[in-house]
């Protein structure tokens, strides 16, 4: 199935991207044909089939609980768009 | 000849023989890159103050007697790998301006050994394309053909090492990334098991695929870079504690008893000239005394579908991280924190990152993540399982990297699916999570093709003897491949 525009809108939300209508129709195309690959997936016979998130088994991997060296406050706030008194500044995400 | 021309092996025995300073060599290559760079285009950022630095500090360490293959070699680091206090961007406008404050521990296990670094290298922004074309700075053009691609996204990383602007560097390789470019330069390139090398420090695209890996002038040089990055970090949960061998001692011109499985999917639709210049490798091997034998992965044309939903579902999560607050870009902070994070997001990442953002948003959002999502990591299972029952009966597979040869600049820039087709032989590996390595085998159209060499996971040993055998019989004078 192809995305209609309505849904380019909803995802572009979700994924908090600013794009006007131009910009989401002119995305539209290329996704739709890519996108048009994967109904080969469909026809698969995948019912009794296990996923793999990984194709190498991981799990939880456990250390002892041991403080290490942390990134230094100022080192954390250097590539920071705006930061004062050791703190990062966000806009107002309050109302007052 | 002049020392930038030569491998890293012959240099790091020149170096062990102190006939040449780490600081000669660094000279070498930094001038060598000064008159060459301008053709080519393969760094975001030039290192050449770092580099003098860190080869003073290697020509110290040999002053002392110490010596390893690595000591005072010129690296090129693909700018998506962390280097503490060195830009890392990721060719992309959101992380232009950022410097981290950590190593990759790739980037550490170099510093130890005494690696020099003269610079980050282009690539498709957050390694996404085949052709560094996506870089949001400057495309890179292929050494062997300045009209054509370098192929991607590892693409600046390859371009450096074909023209002698490193004597190795690093890539990354999430659906081919560093087999693709290499077989289009005509170096080598290896993209090792998931989990060989730790991926603490490699910016983030589609974490359960990528994994980092040596880009390099011979088989050699590869399996001496891999020695250096491969095993356990504690900082990466999905590195695996599997002993690691000594890889020099896989470096036999013996492929005798090796059984070789031809997979007859990986030729449908290759260029005719690559297929022949593969299929002469093969014969090659053969003759000296690989048993060859054809075989089946009917799953390997699925792959591609697969990809396209697990990468770009992990990358929209991954890439969710930037948001305008912590680092890189900030946009539109007067219109509060959702149209700050939307503004910058819609401003900083290139076209292609915003498509892999909303399809894999679309591919995990409810209602459609079993149609997909789950869908796609099934038919991985599949995959996995068929690559398993054919390494029962054979001990490498053998077939093209890339399946043309590489193709011109702004040709397929805005095809959505041609381009994605340029890794149809190579997803299916990073799907299974095993070794491949793209070893160059001649010229088609007068453009280099890569033999790609597929291994059971953790048998790079074997991967990388089947690509020196070939080399050996490739450079042999009485042979004429």
Sequence with gaps: ??????????????????????????????????????????????????????????????REDIVGTPLPREEALANAPEARDGLFIVPRIVEE | MALHTLSLSVLSEKLRRR?????????????HIERTEPQIGAFITLTPELAR????????????????????????????????????TCA????????????????????????????????????????????????????????????????????????????????????????????????????????RVSRYGLIAYASSLDQIGPITKTVEDCALVLQVIAGKDPMDATSVDVPVPDYREALRPDVKGLRLGVPKEFFEGVHP?????VQEAIAALE??????????????????????????????????????????LRVGAEKGHIGMMEATRAQGFGKEVIQRIIIGTYALSSGYYDAYYLKAQKGRTLLRQEFERVFQEVDVLVCPTA??????LGELVDDP??????DVLTIPVNLAGLPGLSVPCGLAEGLPVGLQIIGKPFDEPTVLRVGYTWEQIREAPSQTP
Excluded at chain 2, 273 to 277: F, I, T
Excluded at chain 2, 292 to 320: D, T
Aim: charged share 20%; hydrophobic share 45%; with cysteine.
């Design chain 1, 1 to 62: 199935m192809a995305l209609t525009l309505e849904q380019m809108r909803h995802l572009a939300k979700l994924a908090r991207l600013e794009l006007d209508d131009a910009q989401l129709e002119a995305l539209m195309a290329p996704i739709n044909a890519l996108m048009a690959h994967f109904e080969k997936l469909q026809a698969l016979p995948l019912d009794d089939v296990e996923p793999t998130s990984h194709s190498i088994p991981v799990y939880n991997a456990f």
């Design chain 2, 19 to 31: 006939e040449i300073s780490a600081t000669e060599l660094t000279e070498a290559v930094v001038s």
């Design chain 2, 53 to 88: 630095q860190m080869a003073k500090e290697a020509d110290a360490r040999l002053a002392e007697g110490e010596w390893n293959p690595l000591l005072g070699i010129p690296m090129a680091i693909k700018d998506n790998i962390s280097t503490r206090g060195v830009r890392t």
């Design chain 2, 92 to 195: 992309s406008r959101i992380l232009e301006n950022y410097v981290p404050p950590y190593d990759a521990t790739v980037v550490a296990r170099l510093k130890q050994a005494g690696a020099v670094i003269v610079g980050k290298a282009n690539m498709d922004e957050f390694a996404m394309g085949g052709s560094t074309e996506y870089s949001a700075f400057h495309p890179t053009r292929n050494p062997r053909d300045l009209e054509r691609v370098p192929g991607g996204s590892s693409g600046g990383s390859a371009a450096a090492v074909a023209s002698d602007m490193a004597v190795a560097a690093l890539g990354s390789d999430t659906g081919g990334s560093i087999r693709q470019p290499a077989a289009y330069c005509g170096v080598v390139g290896l993209k090792p098991t998931y989990g």
């Design chain 2, 273 to 277: 000239e690559v297929a022949q210049r």
């Design chain 2, 287 to 328: 003759e000296a005394g690989a048993e060859v034998r054809e075989v089946s992965i009917p799953m390997a044309e699925q792959g591609l579908a697969m990809y396209y939903i697990l990468a770009p579902a992990e990358c929209s999560s991954n890439l969710a991280r930037y948001d305008g607050v912590r680092y890189g």
């Design chain 2, 403 to 408: 399946p043309t040869p590489p193709f011109k």
């Design chain 2, 417 to 422: 699916v041609a381009m994605k087709l340029m």
